[in-house]
């Protein structure tokens, strides 16, 4: 089998490179990246230096993709992944929209012409931002709950958002995007007889991420508690008691292998959450107690004013995963928070390698 990943030199493609290549004898894995992020440059070492191959390509140019080998499966893990993308500066408008989605309408138009399967790597961040911030919650043990009582909203349950919930705008223009992808990405796989898997990823974290806080706040707050940088709790109060899952990437490897192994069907489901569940959700004021803990106490500023998209509990529902493909996250957040900190350790400069 030949897979080609996407956005290979990031955190999340560089991880199920080595995840796939080890799990799926025989599989040869490849990959295309733009190297634009600081930090891609560390990761194309390791790959290259394990002998995956890495070329040197930008999804939004289709003449990039043209040169490309004839493979059996395609994962798309390239994209601007920060709700705040087009809208807090650093990034344009028409930027998110051209390397979001008009990259993977690049990429369909690639599988079309060889016949390849596509998998797409998107995100909680399609669901509707209004109908999350209208959820019932209440504030225990320093974060925010869930208070469904004897009510039952639409596509939410006691163990999350699942992939019923209502993706009306708005949603972010990253968000935006993404669905955007996820709906042409199903309608390329009908016309032209493709397979199409769309993986709703909760927020991806371990060592290795990118140290953004609009992008990896698990990782980024880790690192900047070890080396002593600012740190304050941003909205909702300033409190910290906003709450996310976390999943580490490798775990998506078991999903990855039984989808590429599978025809795929417009009789099944092709939309699956995947996350860490209620099992792994942590409020920030619970991660500065973890941090505390394992690096010592470390003060945290308080900015209650809200930026632009932001919510208060996102939490997702992976039942239908774990139904169709037997799929549970092995990785615990207290490994993945482990697996951060000895990171953060080893490399006190990581932070400022891959901020930009």
Not at 2 to 27: Q, V
Not at 151 to 176: C, H, K, M, Q, W
Not at 204 to 213: D, E, K, M, N, V
Not at 277 to 294: F, M, V
């Amino acid at each position: 089998m030949k897979i080609l990943i996407t956005g290979i030199c990031g955190f999340a493609g560089s991880t199920l490179a080595f995840s796939l290549r080890e799990t799926i004898d025989g599989a040869t894995v490849m990959g295309l990246d733009n190297l634009s992020r600081p930090g891609s440059h560390e990761h194309r070492s390791r790959l290259r230096a394990a002998g995956i191959e890495v070329r040197h390509g930008d999804v939004r140019c289709a003449s990039d993709l043209e040169s490309l080998p004839v493979v059996d499966w395609v994962i798309d893990a390239s994209a601007n992944p920060s709700v705040l993308a087009g809208v807090t500066g650093g990034t344009t408008s028409r930027q998110v929209v051209e390397h979001n989605l008009i990259g993977t309408i690049n990429l369909l138009e690639y599988c079309r012409r060889l016949n390849s399967g596509f998998i797409l790597l998107s995100t909680s961040r399609v669901y509707s931002i209004r109908d999350l911030a209208a959820l019932p919650i209440q504030v225990e043990n320093q974060a925010f709950q869930l208070q469904l009582g004897n009510s039952r909203s639409a596509g939410v349950g006691e163990n999350g958002i699942d992939e019923t919930f209502p993706t009306t705008p708005p949603i972010s223009l990253y968000g935006a995007t993404k669905l955007a992808s996820e709906v042409l990405a199903r309608e390329y796989g009908a016309s032209y007889g493709f397979p199409v898997w769309i993986n709703r990823c909760g927020v991806l974290a371990g060592a290795g991420q990118f140290g953004r806080p609009d992008q990896g706040i698990f990782s980024y707050w880790i690192h900047s508690w070890k080396q002593r940088r600012p740190l304050s709790y941003i909205g909702f109060g300033g409190e910290g008691h906003q709450v996310r899952d976390c999943l580490h990437p490798k775990d998506l490897t078991p999903v990855l292998v039984q989808q590429m192994a599978a025809a795929g069907s417009e009789h099944e489901h092709q939309v699956f959450n995947l996350s860490g569940g209620i099992r792994s959700a942590h409020s920030l004021r619970a991660l500065s107690d973890w941090c505390a803990e394992r690096f010592g106490s470390h003060e945290v500023g308080a900015q209650p004013k809200e930026r632009p998209n932001d919510i208060p509990w996102m939490v997702l529902d992976s039942a239908r995963a774990s139904a169709r493909w037997d799929w549970q996250p092995e990785t615990t957040a207290d490994s993945i928070f482990e697996e951060i900190a000895a990171q953060a350790e080893e490399r006190p400069d990581w932070l400022d390698l891959s901020a930009g």
